[in-house]
């Protein structure tokens, strides 16, 4: 019963307190990455899509536990999944492992590196304080939410409804860019 209030605490923890101490809000054009491939990777490039950018853990259970949901996600034209993988140690080999044996088919992989790390490009996007992390940007390049744990198909998809219908004369056109 004890272990039982403390989880219920800590979820409500997680989700009121932690949100709103990951304030970033950093612009997507000012986000480049290099990818698992030695490819640049600009988030401007992606402007008119959404753009999740997960930071997942080779460690996390709740992190392979999304993989299904990002992939559905990340199949659909208006939205691209970017992966960055952090607190992973030193043994790169253990995050394609990881990827492979996950089944992540998003659009990029990044090795994000150790939060710790002033250094790290998970340092970019912004802090990580819990596993999974989600910085989510609009089609205009803006950061519009930040996901502290799972991301879900429903709650992408009202996200998305509910900024389309915020601005009526917006037109949800498509992509104005592939992917990269």
Not at 78 to 95: F, K, L
Not at 145 to 165: F, H, N, P, Y
Request: hydrophobic share 40%; glycine share 8%.
């Amino acid at each position: 019963m004890q272990r039982h209030r403390l989880v219920k605490g800590l979820a409500l923890w997680l989700a009121l307190v932690l949100p709103q101490a990951i304030e970033a809000h950093v612009p997507a054009q000012s986000i480049q990455l290099t990818t698992m491939q030695g490819k640049t990777l600009k988030l401007s490039s992606y402007r008119g899509q959404w753009v999740l950018v997960n930071l997942w853990a080779p460690w996390c259970p709740l992190c392979y536990h999304e993989v299904p949901a990002l992939n559905a996600l990340d199949a659909r034209p208006d939205v691209t999944v970017i992966g960055v993988a952090v607190d992973y140690g030193t043994d790169e080999d253990s995050v394609r492992q990881a990827i492979e044996r996950a089944g992540m088919r998003y659009a990029a992989q990044v090795l994000g590196g150790n939060r710790t790390d002033p250094n790290a490009q998970s340092k970019r996007i912004g802090p990580t304080l819990f596993y999974p992390t989600t910085y989510v940007f609009n089609p205009d390049g803006r950061q519009h939410e930040v996901i502290v744990g799972l991301v879900s198909v429903e709650r992408i998809q009202a996200m998305i409804d509910a900024w389309r219908a915020m601005a009526p004369a917006r037109k949800p056109g498509s992509p104005t860019a592939g992917r990269p």
